[in-house]
């Protein structure tokens, strides 16, 4: 029988790694995600999960573990966040090359000096050229519900490849909400067990790994690259799938909120667009045509997505929990580079809730008020950094 | 939507106070959140929790601000912590005192009521007198105060979910549901009688460490550096609930209580051992370590 239980965003990384049954976790702590292993270690302790569970002296070797052993055909699983993330990096590159549907939660964690151990995205989207698929998360529901699609998508034969499961730090990680633990057999159903056809195999030995020539390096980067584009429309796949099975719709590649016919859209990530929906139905009640559309994974890129939603927009407000130095923030650097060419909206960026800073009611508000307006006045900037403390009267009451 | 706030210290259990009035919310039907205050959490020193419950699915994820409700675990935190702050006029709060709310003195228009939860803790031995378990207590008051959750889910969801003692916690939540006293109107000064901790002192806050002016960071350095010795002027001494007490006729000044403060709080001098009473922040490993048992630890309320 499915239950509900009131469980932290870490929590519910756990249980979505339990109920997929991950054979092997191979995992360092660091906060925010402690948690996430803790509970993992109880389970496993506790005889509540058949895992060989792996403790290891860094982030590098937590995901060297996971490797090896999804080299055997185990299905894996490793929390990490912030400097863990980025101590990991080259490991990364080596599970998604070697083609291993590892899944893993990153909490997203600012990257210090200034030390910080709040939210902020930019951990995260560091890696997104590494090839593995991430998931942009909203609550804590959908971190659950996304560790058991990501190994659906990431173990299909024609994908091969990690998934990155993202839950912004504290406001996810350690807040409790109501969550729907699943019944074990429906989760088996949906998620049979992980079988490759290749695989590290005493009986069969075999090289993992090796050196190709300049001849054939780029050939398989381009394999990679098709493996990704097809995660596109396997996710879509498994989103139905996982509609029809637990009666809940995770939210695909991006997720819709109150989109048709606006005039002014707001493109968000995380955990901040629940709070931003609450702002939206208020704008709308008061006239104004303004919808909001969620960015779920920023691997593999919607641009097709993005596209149809912007074709009869006016403007369009992205809001980017980090900042690409010297540039703009990422999620507006690739939504304008998907709209070249198609659609030309007034495109604004708006830099918002690094480090963890709150991002209230009362200041959505006044962000999204800026996007409407820039219908009558135009574009003042391209990006702008929303409540600095020099800047607070602006966008506080 | 409802939104609450617990003020409590590290090891009361105000965490675990949000998240069992979340669960009885959401056992009547209703979406529910709990969160600490994102931080870094010490025994003893200031926690903050909080409950958002709503008819509709609770989206929001920024922190709250304006609570509707406030409740205090501890009173001694009334100095430190400015507990009315954002508390709406038309809120309530409910305080663990022995005190009538009358005489509370909140600078709030919100109604006040307050209730023993110390005492009915200590009666069903939940916990010691020294440090009383009050979180359960308290919500019993709240549900009563506030008619938010009903008695009985509280009472249901305590009995499952409550860590320990399930029965003890269940009886303390029904005693103090009857014990609550109030509503007293509470009515905002406009100069409050009590000022907070913080401002008493000179402490620097740590944001004025960055720049001479917060508001107009232009000084703002590149990157943090911290001067040195800055580490005093973080008064650890604010979050004891309990005291070592040395009795100087039984101490043999071995210095062991030096080597393993982790505070560098005691001292051995001429007379014995010495507390620094800025800095002891109450872990009371002195008082484990001492091997003559010259340290006793005492209730931090005795001696303010
Ligand atoms: S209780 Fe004792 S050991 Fe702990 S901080 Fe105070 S002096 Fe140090
Ligand atoms: S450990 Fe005990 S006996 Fe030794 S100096 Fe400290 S108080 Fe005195």
Redesign the pocket.
């Given at each position: 029988m499915s239950e509900y239980k009131i469980v932290t965003g870490n929590y519910s990384s756990a249980y979505g790694a339990r109920l997929a049954r991950a054979e092997v976790v191979s995992a360092y702590p660091i906060t925010p995600q402690t948690s996430v292993v803790e509970k993992i270690a109880e389970f496993v302790s506790d005889g509540k999960m058949d895992t060989e569970y792996v403790k290891v002296e860094s982030e590098h070797s937590a995901m060297a573990g996971c490797i090896a052993a999804s080299t055997t055909g185990a299905r894996t699983y490793t929390a990490t966040s912030a400097h863990g993330l980025a101590l990991m990096h080259e490991m990364l590159m080596w599970a998604s090359r070697a083609r291993l549907p590892v899944v893993m939660t990153n909490v997203n964690r600012a990257m210090g000096p200034p030390w910080s151990v709040w939210a902020d995205h930019l951990d995260t989207i560091a890696q997104k050229g590494t090839g593995w698929l991430q998931f942009f998360c909203e609550n804590n529901q959908e971190v659950l519900d996304s560790i058991l699609m990501a190994y659906k998508i990431c173990e299909d034969e024609d994908i091969m490849l990690p998934g990155m499961i993202v839950e912004d730090a504290f406001i996810l990680s350690h807040t409790r909400e109501p969550v729907e633990i699943y019944d074990q057999e429906k989760v088996d159903e949906f998620l049979p067990p992980y079988d490759p056809d290749v695989k590290l195999d005493i009986e069969n030995p075999a090289g993992f790994g090796s050196l190709v020539m300049p001849d054939w390096y780029m050939d398989f980067a381009k394999k990679l690259e098709e493996a990704m584009e097809g995660a596109k429309d396997k996710i879509k796949e498994v989103n139905k799938e996982f509609e029809e099975t637990f009666g809940r719709d995770p939210g695909g590649l991006i997720e819709e909120y109150k989109t048709d016919g606006v005039d002014v859209l707001v493109i968000t990530m995380g955990s901040i667009s629940g709070t931003s929906k609450d702002v939206i139905d208020e704008l709308r009640d008061e006239g104004h045509n303004i919808g909001l559309a969620r960015l779920r994974t920023l691997r593999p890129f919607p641009k097709e997505e993005i596209r149809e939603l912007t074709k009869n927009v006016n403007v369009v407000g992205i809001l980017d929990r980090s900042y690409s130095f010297g540039a703009a923030g990422d999620a507006a650097r690739e939504i304008k580079e998907a709209l070249y060419g198609h659609n030309s909206p007034v495109v604004k960026n708006y830099i918002v809730g690094l480090g963890g800073r709150d991002l209230t009611p009362e200041i959505l508000e006044k962000i999204f008020l800026d996007t409407i307006e820039l219908q009558d006045k135009g574009l003042d900037q391209e990006v702008e950094w929303v409540d600095l403390r020099s800047d607070r009267k602006k966008w506080r009451r | 939507m409802i939104e609450v706030r617990f003020h409590g210290r590290g090891g009361q259990g105000s965490v675990v106070a949000s998240e069992l009035l979340a669960r009885a919310a959401f056992e009547e039907g209703k979406d529910v959140q709990a969160f600490p205050m994102f931080g870094v959490e010490r025994r003893g020193a200031p926690v903050t929790a909080f409950t958002r419950i709503d008819d509709k699915k609770v989206r929001d994820h920024s922190k709250i601000h304006t609570p509707d409700i406030v409740i205090v675990l501890d009173t001694a935190l009334m100095e430190a912590v400015d507990v009315t702050e954002g508390l709406k006029d038309d809120g309530q709060m409910v305080i663990n005192t022995g005190k009538e709310p009358s005489e509370m003195k909140v600078n709030t228009n919100a109604d006040v009521y307050t209730v023993d939860a110390s005492d009915i803790a200590v009666q069903h031995g939940l916990g010691t007198e020294v440090a009383p378990i009050v979180n359960t207590a308290i919500l019993g008051a709240v549900s009563s105060a506030t008619g938010m959750v009903e008695e009985e889910s509280l009472i249901d969801v305590i009995l499952e979910h409550a860590p320990a003692k399930n029965k003890a916690n269940a009886e303390a939540a029904k005693q103090a549901y009857e014990e609550l006293q109030g509503p007293y109107p509470g009515e905002k000064l406009e100069s409050p009688e009590r000022t907070l901790l913080s401002e008493q002192t000179d402490i620097p806050k740590s944001e004025d460490l960055l720049c001479e002016d917060p508001e107009d960071h232009t000084d703002l350095p590149r990157t943090p550096i911290a001067d040195c010795n800055s580490e005093y002027l973080n008064k650890t001494g604010s979050w004891r609930t309990v005291r070592p007490i040395?009795d100087l006729d039984?101490?043999?000044?071995?210095?062991?209580?030096?080597k393993y403060c982790p505070d560098v709080a005691?001292f051995?001098e001429e007379e014995?051992?010495v507390v620094d009473f800025d800095f002891c922040k109450g872990c009371g490993i002195?008082a484990e370590?001492?091997?003559?048992?010259?340290?006793d630890m005492e209730k931090e309320e005795k001696y303010v």
């Open positions: - | 040395v039984t101490c043999i000044s071995c210095g062991e209580c030096w005691i051995v014995g051992a002195c370590i001492c091997p003559v048992d010259a340290i």
